[in-house]
């Protein structure tokens, strides 16, 4: 058997015809028999097959007659061939299956009173579906349960060595974390070399377990499936928009699954390009935030400068009435607003007509200025396009992908696993331009390891080496020949040994990359915090666009760029116009045409054109007193932002500083007014994942305490403000103004495929633009720190909600610790968990090491969640000049034992 | 002693009454004696219409003109109740339509399930089913003559049939544990096999009680109050009570021979020997006639029954539908796995309608159950004897003395638990 | 109908015949001993499959039974029973129910939890005075089940012995469920069926 679905778009699989029942059934040639009787609706029970993974073969229940064959054969690994003749039905396969369940039953355990999976369990299902009656008692095997693991305990007393765990680790996920074991007489399930298990945790192989062999530590014992509400929703942490099944048992949540899981294993293998229904460790185990203790519960005024408790009646007068009375004293313009990117569509809609329409002003902004917008501020200007342009089904179809400063294994899992499926099935050439040996990395054909900060570089290394190395495509260039000229003229600056050796890669294997992505026909870029996070990040996703345009990868099917958002709904907080640039639809905001349109929707002016401040304006114009009320909606730019950013005095500064939030956070602290918001679980509406996709978040629970979905608050601030149009009866209301004026949005998950045109963009200013992309950058001198600081996510937190979840303290916990690497800790005398002092001209801050193997000699690495100690406080903060980006992810820093 | 439509004519004469010539209104004088029709609200707290009932009496002087029954008082949705259980889960549910007779109830549901899963019931538990279903009919009957009398007003009746009743609920209590919401039946089969003790003590009620039922005829069978009240009283003919679709003691009383005993022929019925009671003038006392010769006949029923009954299962065994043994579900892991999915889940029916009735004492009663498959039933619809008999009301009360709508009501064997349902 | 029956009829009419005959079976009943009982001073015999209050049971040696399994609350047809699980605190591993409801006035005592329980933890007892002036005490919680049970064990085993659910001999009395040794070095010699 291979792994390859048999058709892939290189090659087209023969067509076999066979006869199952009694009928004929043309399939493909290479498939598994199970996937061609399956195809055809009938369901033959098998317990270890997936149709992710490869046929194992171990159940011994996927039993058909095949005609010729004295014994029935195992339909699951034997290959469809043409002209077999299939029986699938009758006594003596029913008997034979019937021994096979009766073996597996035989050694497992009296467990269904205590077993979570009872309920939910093959091996019962496959019991009573076979009516078996007449075992004898049950022997056990009593091995003891192993419970090493931090989130998964592993009873293999009830396990029937089916292998889809080992299997789908090592096969969908490539993480290979899981093996059998001959212990104690059995064959058990270990964790690699028997060790504690300690891999990225995603859980799949918990989903696929048939029985409860595999049990969650999070919600062990607290249930039984029949008691818990399933509700399927959208998760909250990434940008991927992995479709989830939240289960709760009386408003509060007991665990989260996945559309994978045993029941659903009927499928085709070359679906599986678009995704496996699978999570992530942040989505499957990071659900507690939800229902936890630390969240608001009632809304909260500060009075004698302490907050205290208030009724929402009351405190909604409040909000409205000094807004009102500083729009009165100052003008609409001394009020701004940020909202996070974790809010649905709705919300963010509302958020923006509350601020445009029902106060007048333009200074407002969202989280996904910190870097998303980078990318679709470049992509826009130069494609004419405001998100990324490949689908999943493109990644894992492509020849080669150059994944530039992503770490995408840690930062988005589920996207990650297209480009490993890119790798295992489809063969893919992956080129990983990253500063840590990220998990990727290992596994990717071309991995470059660059020092920190110099990805953009590489970029431009890469473009030129292609121009160099003479890989353009001169159809397309030809087309644009004064555009390439400048081009030509603008790289020809940038020495391809300056960048070797500014980098850190070699000449050859800039050289190799270049021509590994020119050359394959369909190549794609990931780009990813490295790039729209860093200085120049803006400049630098167009050298990208450079580089596909002279590769004639342009508008190519199958080729494309992307990037990965790390809050989940980014996109849609841009689509809807939550920045002072841009109106709903990603229109301009100083359009006259759009504006018009929304003005008369909303049926009030819009603020005046060319007024509105991004996020690091608004602080400023905070500071400075032209801003007195603030409103953040789940936002938090005091925990996120480094001192130097002076948000704190910003904060101080204002009159009024409204703190919408589910949990009490930094600027909350500092705020006049906090009101208690919901959480995603806790209210309906939609979320646009990077792709596009538009997809549902549904209500799985009741609101906690007296906390309030933010398009309630919101709206019921905009209507006390005397905007009529903001009176809403349901989430549903607000997507039915949306619809009417952003039509087609709504796509259900299955968004259009984009079409890039770079036309105008290379023929106006093109030239100009060049000219100054390609300058070699200043390094700016480290004052003789040797090391260099970098924050990123973990793949176990997403932002600082993740760090209210109890699940993910747990693998990761809230005590940063500095990443370092094994030679630096080596050197410098360091063990795991010894203190050591950093600092640098901004101050000093004394944290525990650890060694990380992905951390390069000279770099070191600090979880972004976290503020204990104030790492983020040695940044100094750049402002992008084009897209008002804030970069503030890397510095300077000495590092010594302390 | 039904008058003619003649003699009662009730045709509105209020247009007469008020006729005003209008071009002379002056001469209108207002009518000495103004004649229409009362409408009386009887009920849905009046003590003798057995429940919750409302019936909406039109009378014309103490005749009844019309009468309006007003149903859902005791409405609970059981119907509904079912789509959301188990079918096993269902039963408890059951014990509360006909909560006189809850054993009937049980009977017809297991029956209907048992023919939508295909399930052959082993005999022994036929035979158990047979005896207790006759032993709810004796109580069932009981309780009738003793309401009814007490209806009409002859009180010494109602303390015997209790009297006789009670030791036949303390039996039912040693059975199953319950005196009215049993529960004993089971999908394929009963909950307990009866012990020597129970059979014993039946036994001895055998001997003891059709003496008993002629000191029960004693008081009615000749009095002569009882024969005005009941004799001619709410007649109904064969066609109206067929086209009605009346069932049971109330169809047979008017001269259909029909029992679904000896139609169906379904548990150990046609194993036994016994005689189907057939009136001739459709009125109440036929049926008062009916019941009674139906106590000696399931007194005759039970008696060859625990004669001919052998030792064997009680419990059919199909292993994806009945419950398995207890004692083995401790031990093996099949049971326990037969256990937890049948109580959790329930077991898988397949797609389908079926309909079964059973002749219980009051009528045919009928479940129908809509199954698209899965463990819960689509839809169940209860054809309550009750509840169609209501539906005859109007028509077998019409001229009748206001005294009589309570003996109407009550020569039904009406419960509204199981009209609302 | 010839005249002897007619003038039969006529006198039994006029003396009132039947009232006499009724008369002869009421004076009759008059010497009899009365069948009713003067309750609450006499109580009823209660049979041991009478369905009553239901109570937790424990083992002999005092360990709780329930497991926390949940299937009686799968089981109840009015939805009365809420069983909470957890982790054992002291015996690491084990699954129990930390909390357990029963809400009588929902009860309709038909005995299912008790028919689905695996362990028989659960059984019915005779006591059936359970009325109160505060509703709210009608919500059984975990304690006030193991009282009921501990205080009416015995017609709480012979409910199980009545209804089949257990039988009354040796092995019945080892039997318990028994934790996969492999989560605690069990205490007790294992059981039977184990060896």
Redesign the interface.
């Known amino acids: 058997m291979g792994l390859k679905p048999a058709t892939n778009p290189d090659v087209e699989a023969a067509s076999i015809d066979l006869t199952i029942d009694g009928k004929t059934v043309t399939a493909k040639d290479g498939v598994s028999l199970y996937d061609v009787i399956s195809s055809t609706g009938k369901i033959i029970p098998a317990m270890c097959y997936h149709y992710t993974f490869d046929p194992f073969g171990s159940c011994g229940m996927c039993l058909v007659m095949q005609e010729g064959k004295k014994a029935p054969v195992r339909s699951c690994t034997a290959k469809a061939t043409a002209g077999m003749i299939i029986r699938t039905e009758g006594d003596d396969l029913f008997q034979a299956r019937k021994k096979a369940v009766e073996k597996h ?1 035989s050694v ?7 077993c979570d999976a ?2 939910h369990c093959e ?3 496959m ?3 076979h ?8 022997k ?6 192993d ?1 090493r693991s931090l989130v998964l305990d592993f ?1 293999m ?1 009830r396990c029937i060595a089916c292998g889809e765990c080992i299997n789908i680790c090592k096969d969908v996920l490539m993480i290979d974390a899981l093996q059998f074991m001959k212990k104690g007489g059995f064959t058990q399930v270990v964790a690699k070399g028997d060790a504690p298990l300690a891999c990225e945790f995603c859980g799949d192989c918990l989903a696929v377990c048939p029985v409860g062999a595999i049990t969650n530590k999070f919600s ?5 499936p ?2 818990l509400k399933k509700t399927t929703t959208t998760c909250n942490y990434c940008g991927d928009g992995c479709q989830m099944h939240v289960e709760t048992k009386d408003n509060e949540v007991v665990r989260v699954t996945s559309p994978l899981s045993w029941k659903n294993k009927w499928g085709d293998r070359s679906e599986t390009a678009k995704g496996h229904g699978g999570l992530c460790v942040r989505g499957r185990f990071g659900f507690q935030f939800i229902d936890s203790k630390a969240r608001l519960t009632q809304p909260l005024i500060r009075k004698d400068r302490k907050l205290t408790e208030s009724p929402w009646i009351e405190t909604v007068e409040t909000v409205v009435g000094r807004l009102a009375d500083i729009k009165a004293r100052y003008g609409p313009n001394a009020i701004a607003g940020l909202i996070t990117a974790r809010c649905s569509n709705e919300e963010l809609y509302l958020f923006q007509k509350l601020m445009r329409a029902a106060i007048g002003t333009n200074h407002l902004d969202s989280s996904a200025r910190y870097g998303h917008l980078n990318f679709v501020h470049a992509a826009q200007h130069a494609l004419g396009v405001g998100r990324m342009t490949n689908d999943s089904a493109d990644i894992t179809k492509a020849k080669s992908i150059l994944v530039v400063g992503s770490n995408i294994t840690e930062t988005n899992p589920v996207f990650s696993l297209r480009v490993k499926e890119a790798i295992r099935v489809y063969k893919s050439q992956v080129i990983v331009v990253d500063s840590a040996n990220t998990n990727l990395a290992k596994l990717a054909s071309h991995p470059m390891l660059v020092k920190p900060g110099t990805e953009g570089l590489f970029v431009k290394g890469l473009v030129k080496s292609v121009i160099e190395q003479d890989l353009i495509d001169t159809d397309v260039t030809g087309r644009h020949a004064q555009a390439f000229a400048a081009l030509k003229q603008a790289v020809a600056g940038l020495s391809l040994d300056a960048v070797a050796s500014a980098t850190g890669v070699s000449k050859v294997q800039i050289n190799e990359a270049a021509s590994v992505f020119a050359e394959a026909p369909r190549s794609v870029i990931i780009c990813g915090e490295g790039i729209v996070r860093r200085p120049g990040g803006y400049q630098h996703v167009l050298a990208l666009i450079d580089l596909l345009w002279v590769t004639g990868k342009l508008g190519r099917p199958g080729c494309g760029i992307n990037t990965v958002t790390e809050e989940a709904n980014e996109q849609g907080a841009v689509d809807m116009g939550t920045s002072p640039e841009f109106l709903p639809g990603q229109v301009p905001s100083d359009s006259d045409e759009a504006r018009t349109k929304f003005s008369k929707a909303w049926s009030t002016p819009l603020p005046n054109k060319g007024v509105g401040a991004g996020l690091m304006d608004i602080l400023k114009k905070c500071r400075n007193g032209e801003i007195k009320a603030l409103y953040l909606v789940g936002e938090n730019p005091l925990g996120t932002l480094p001192a130097s950013a002076e948000v704190k005095p910003a904060l101080e500064k204002l009159e009024l500083l409204i703190v919408q939030d589910p949990f009490m956070t930094e600027s909350a602290q500092l705020a006049h007014i906090v009101l208690p918001a919901c959480t995603f679980a806790e209210k309906d509406g939609t979320m646009t994942s990077q792709d596009g996709k538009v997809q549902r978040i549904r209500q799985t629970m009741d609101p906690i305490g007296e906390s309030l979905p933010d398009w309630q608050i919101l709206a019921a601030i905009g209507s006390g403000l005397g905007c009529a149009s903001m009176e809403y009866e349901s989430s549903q209301d607000i997507q039915r103004e949306i619809m009417k004026l952003l039509p087609g949005y709504y796509n259900l998950g299955q968004p259009k495929k984009v079409t890039v045109n770079a036309d105008g963009y290379l023929s106006n200013g093109y030239q100009a633009e060049a000219a100054g992309r390609y300058c070699a950058e200043q390094k700016a001198a480290d004052g003789g720190k040797r090391f260099s600081l970098t924050m990123g996510q973990l793949l176990y937190h997403s932002g600082k909600l993740s760090t209210q979840a109890s699940g993910l303290l747990l693998i990761a916990s809230s005590a940063g610790q500095l990443h370092m690497s094994l030679q630096d800790m080596e050197r410098m005398g360091l063990k795991d968990g010894d203190r050591v002092r950093v600092w640098s001209a901004k101050g000093t801050a004394e944290l525990s090491a650890r060694a990380d193997l992905s951390v390069l000699p000279g770099s070191c690495f600090y979880p972004e969640h976290f503020n204990s100690p104030p790492i983020k406080d040695f940044m100094t903060v750049e402002v992008d000049a084009v897209t008002g980006v804030p970069y503030f992810k890397q510095a300077a820093v000495s590092v010594e034992k302390a | 002693m039904r008058d003619t439509e003649k003699t009662y004519r009730f045709e509105d004469q209020r247009d007469t009454i008020y006729k005003v010539d209008p071009e002379h209104p002056e001469t209108a004088t207002l009518p000495l004696q103004r004649t229409e029709e009362l409408l009386l609200n009887m009920g849905p707290q009046h003590p003798s219409t057995h429940g919750v009932l409302k019936v909406i009496l039109e009378l014309e002087g103490e005749r009844l003109v019309k009468s309006t029954p007003v149903m859902g008082y005791l409405h609970r949705g059981v119907e509904k109740l079912a789509e959301e259980g188990t079918y096993h889960q269902f039963i408890p549910h059951t014990d509360r339509l006909d909560y006189v007779c809850a054993m009937y109830n049980n009977f017809a549901y297991c029956r209907a399930v048992e023919k939508l899963m295909n399930i052959t019931v082993p005999e022994r538990a036929e035979y158990l089913r047979t005896i207790v279903a006759e032993v709810q009919r004796i109580i069932g009957h009981q309780f009738w003559l003793g309401t009814q009398a007490l209806d009409i007003g002859a009180m010494t009746v109602f303390f015997y049939t209790f009297r006789d009743r009670e030791i036949l609920l303390d039996w039912f209590d040693e059975l199953c544990g319950a005196r009215l919401t049993t529960s004993w039946y089971r999908i394929g089969g009963v909950e307990r096999d009866l012990t020597p003790s129970l059979i014993a003590k039946l036994r001895a009620f055998l001997d003891y009680f059709p003496p008993k039922i002629d000191e029960y005829q004693v008081f009615l069978e000749k009095n002569r109050i009882w024969l005005a009240r009941t004799k001619g009283v709410a007649v109904i003919s064969a066609e109206d009570a067929l086209s009605f679709g009346l069932s049971g003691p109330t169809l047979r009383g008017s001269g259909v021979g029909y029992d679904l005993r000896k139609y169906e022929a379904y548990a150990a019925y046609p194993k036994c020997a016994f005689n189907v009671p057939v009136g001739k003038n459709g009125d109440t006392y036929d049926r008062y006639w009916i019941r009674v010769m139906e106590l000696y006949e399931s007194v005759k029923i039970i008696k060859q029954c625990l004669d001919q009954m052998q030792e064997g299962p009680i419990m059919a065994s199909v292993p994806s539908v009945t419950l398995p043994p207890k004692d083995r579900v401790f031990t093996n892991l099949d049971s326990m796995i037969q256990q937890f999915k049948l109580f959790s889940q329930g077991f898988d029916a397949p797609p389908g309608e079926i309909y079964c009735g059973t002749e219980a004492h009051k009528g045919e009663l009928g479940f129908y159950i809509v199954s698209t498959g899965g463990g819960k039933p689509y839809r169940m619809k209860i054809r309550s004897p009750s509840f169609i008999h209501m539906g005859a009301f109007d028509h077998m009360s019409r001229g009748y003395m206001i005294a009589d709508a309570v003996t109407i009501f009550g020569t039904y064997d009406i419960v509204m638990g199981e009209c609302d349902r | 109908m010839s005249v002897v029956a007619l003038a039969k009829k006529v006198w039994e009419a006029a003396l009132f015949a039947e009232i006499w005959s009724a008369m002869k079976v009421t004076f009759k009943h008059m010497l009899h001993k009365p069948i009713t009982f003067q309750y609450p001073r006499e109580q009823r015999v209660i049979p041991d499959a009478h369905r009553g209050a239901l109570g937790l049971l424990r083992y002999d040696d005092g360990k709780e039974r329930c497991v926390g399994c949940d299937l009686c609350e799968a089981a109840c047809p009015s939805r009365c029973i809420k069983v909470i699980s957890a982790e054992d605190k002291s015996l690491p591993l084990q699954r129990y129910a930390s909390e357990f409801y029963i809400d009588i006035t929902k009860c309709v005592f038909c005995g299912y939890c008790v028919e689905a329980c695996p362990v028989n933890a659960l059984a019915m007892t005779k006591m059936y005075e359970f009325s109160t002036h505060d509703k709210r005490t009608l919500l059984f919680d975990k304690k006030r089940l193991y009282q009921i049970g501990e205080q009416h064990l015995e017609d709480g085993k012979k409910y199980l012995y009545a209804h089949g659910q257990e039988k009354n001999d040796q092995m019945y009395h080892d039997y318990r469920y028994f934790f996969p040794q492999s989560v605690k070095q069990s205490t007790q010699p294992p059981p039977k069926h184990l060896t």
Do not use: M, R, S
């Open positions: 039953l497992h355990p009296l467990d269904c009173p205590v009872d309920g091996l019962q299902d019991a009573f579906q009516q078996v009656t007449t075992l004898a008692n049950a056990q095997k009593l091995i003891p349960e419970t009873n007393n062990k014992y607290l249930y039984k029949w008691q």
